[in-house]
């Protein structure tokens, strides 16, 4: 079945380095790809999507590209902020054999000022 | 424009009690989810409802779990009789459609102690 695999954290980072958070899923279909973010005390939120191959989202200084022939969605940043400082959720949406949404398991990052 | 609403926040109970879980979604939005996140891992669905009709529950133990969404606007999940390994976050989320490209808005979440 369909699955989203991320990095495992946490990751620390100092402010103003380069943040790379790697994510890759296996889908029947056609899914379309999210991050969203989790910032403590709150809900989680979308930070970029794409929904379809060579896509390319971006918010916030954040981007991610569709890359359907590695199967991958990896989030960058050129340059972090302690307020970057959160829980990061690769995520899949696919209707092949049925609607379907499917969470990796997140990735903390610490940015230290 | 106000967010997905949920409450209660916390809540603690002895094994074998029953709890419930309210949820209002963003007004307008047709499809309610109701997801759960143990500690450390991603949210897993556990019930989507386009309008007021379940189109997946799937995932959803039905032995003890139950979910409603009347006049298709906001929702209760419940759990009866609670079990320990049901302790988790129960999420909320709402959508203004079903399509895969859709964002979906949570709500702050539940967090559910079981005892």
């Known amino acids: 079945g369909d699955s989203v695999t991320q990095m495992e954290g946490p990751v620390t980072l100092s402010e103003e380095a380069f943040l790379t958070i790697n994510c890759t899923y296996t889908?029947?279909?056609?899914?379309?790809l999210f991050w969203y973010v989790q910032y403590p005390g709150e809900g989680l939120q979308l930070l970029l999507k794409a929904t379809k191959a060579d896509d390319k989202g971006s918010n916030k200084g954040f981007e991610a590209t569709y890359r359907k022939e590695t199967t991958s969605f990896h989030l960058e940043k050129g340059s972090v902020q302690v307020s970057d400082s959160a829980v990061y959720f690769c995520?899949?949406?696919?209707?092949?054999?049925?609607?379907?949404?499917?969470f990796g398991a997140g990735t903390r990052l610490f940015v230290k000022a | 424009e106000a967010g997905v609403v949920q409450s209660p926040r916390y809540k603690i109970i002895e094994k074998k009690q029953p709890v419930a879980f309210w949820c209002n979604p963003i007004s307008g939005h047709n499809t309610l989810y109701w997801y759960r996140q143990n500690l450390g891992q991603g949210p897993e669905l556990l019930i989507r409802?386009?309008?007021?009709?379940?189109?997946?529950d799937s995932q959803l133990p039905k032995d003890r779990f139950s979910a409603e969404r009347l006049k298709g606007v906001d929702s209760t999940l419940k759990i009866q009789p609670a079990e320990l390994g049901d302790s988790a976050v129960y999420l909320c989320?709402?959508?203004?459609?079903?399509?895969?490209?859709?964002?979906?808005?949570f709500g702050p979440g539940t967090r559910l102690t079981v005892l």
């Open positions: 995520a899949l949406s696919d209707h092949t054999g049925g609607f379907k949404t499917i």
């Open positions: 409802y386009e309008n007021e009709e379940a189109v997946d």
């Open positions: 989320a709402s959508s203004l459609e079903r399509g895969v490209t859709d964002t979906q808005y």
């Open positions: 889908a029947t279909g056609y899914p379309s």
